[in-house]
């Protein structure tokens, strides 16, 4: 398991973006989360050792977990980021996005009906933007679909939207 935040920041943009656990972080460190810049590991699945092998290990990589990997900010950078995934086959790379309905503008040239290593998972939080948000994820070409109710405000229902979802990941406002 990898951790791999290509930059980082973010802008709220729904209902659950009041309890951000990032900008309540940064807050407390006097980092501006608004401002989205590029990290220091932005090549890490590529980078490699003086022996020729990745450094970053095989296996699931935790993508975009302090921002969201849809952002507008990012989209001039994120075509490398998929070239950089699709050349590293031995990982599956799984981001939440509260931004599902950017994903058709987010895409690489090549993604056709989805990359087999590319973990989607579509964020809601009350009905009103699971309503919204699962509606578009539902028909989205993406291999492997998660949804994550996070943080949940309300009592929902979202079993019209359950076909093909691997996974619901559910976590209460704290
Ligand atoms: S999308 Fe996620 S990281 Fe960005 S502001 Fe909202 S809760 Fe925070």
């Not at 075509?79 to 790379?93: A, G, L, S, V």
């Not at 579509?122 to 028909?139: G, M, P, R, V």
């Amino acid at each position: 398991m990898a951790m791999w935040n290509p930059w980082r920041g973010c802008k709220k943009c729904s209902d659950g973006c009041l309890h951000c656990y990032i900008h309540k972080g940064d807050f407390k460190r006097n980092v501006d989360t608004n401002e989205i810049v590029k990290t220091k590991d932005f090549e890490k699945p590529i980078e490699k050792l003086k022996n020729g092998n990745y450094k970053m290990k095989s296996g699931i990589v935790y993508l975009c977990f302090s921002t969201d990997f849809l952002i507008e900010e990012a989209d001039e950078w994120r075509n490398e980021c998929w070239k950089m995934i699709k050349e590293r086959q031995d990982c599956t790379f799984l981001f939440l996005t509260k931004r599902i309905d950017r994903f058709m503008k987010c895409i690489p040239d090549d993604w056709k009906d989805g990359y087999d290593n590319v973990v989607v998972c579509c964020t809601i939080e009350n009905q009103k933007n699971a309503d919204y948000k699962l509606s578009i994820f539902k028909d989205l070409p993406i291999k492997h679909k998660c949804i994550t109710a996070q943080p949940l405000l309300e009592k929902i229902d979202i079993e019209k939207y359950l076909d093909n979802i691997e996974l619901v990941v559910c976590r209460w406002r704290i």
